[in-house]
C-alpha cells in the first residue's frame, strides 16, 4: 500500500485560496498516478482531480475546472492541489489518492480506482 499524507486544509472565505499537499513516504512517487477525491457531509466521495506518473497529463471535475491545479514536484515526494477562488461548495475532506497499478489517470475519477488514500485534510469555505 501507498503512505499518503495530505495537509494544507483551513478555513478561508470564499474566493481565498488554499493550496494542499500529498506526500508519499515509504516509496518513490514518481511512478504512479496520483488523484484527490473530497467528501462533503452527507455526499458521496467525488474525484477532483488526477494527474499522471509524469505530470503530462491531467483532469478536473467540471466543477473545480478553471480554479484548480494539480502538480507534482517528483524530486519532493509530493503532489499538490492549488485551489483558487474558492466557493463554500468546495467545502470537503480532501484526500489525496494513488494505486500501485495505476500510473496513468482514468478516464473517470472513481474510488475503486484507488487502493491506497491519505487520511484527509478538512478544507471549509466560509464568511
Known amino acids: 500500500q501507498l503512505r499518503l499524507v495530505e495537509s494544507g486544509g483551513g478555513l478561508v472565505q470564499p474566493g481565498g485560496s488554499l493550496r494542499l499537499s500529498c506526500a508519499a513516504s515509504?516509496?518513490?512517487?514518481?511512478?504512479?498516478?496520483i488523484a484527490w477525491f473530497r467528501q462533503a457531509p452527507g455526499k458521496e466521495r467525488e474525484g477532483v482531480s488526477c494527474?499522471?506518473?509524469?505530470?503530462?497529463?491531467?483532469n478536473y471535475a467540471d466543477s473545480v475546472k478553471g480554479r484548480f491545479t494539480i502538480s507534482r514536484d517528483n524530486a519532493k515526494n509530493t503532489v499538490y492541489l492549488q485551489m483558487n477562488n474558492l466557493k463554500p461548495e468546495d467545502t470537503a475532506v480532501y484526500y489525496c489518492?494513488?494505486?500501485?497499478?495505476?500510473?496513468?489517470?482514468?478516464?473517470?475519477?472513481?474510488?475503486?480506482?484507488?487502493?491506497?488514500w491519505g487520511q484527509g485534510t478538512q478544507v471549509t469555505v466560509s464568511s
Open positions: 489518492a494513488g494505486d500501485f497499478a495505476r500510473g496513468i489517470c482514468p478516464p473517470a475519477l472513481s474510488r475503486v480506482d484507488f487502493g491506497s
Open positions: 515509504g516509496f518513490t512517487v514518481n511512478y504512479y498516478a
Open positions: 494527474i499522471t506518473y509524469s505530470g503530462g497529463s491531467t
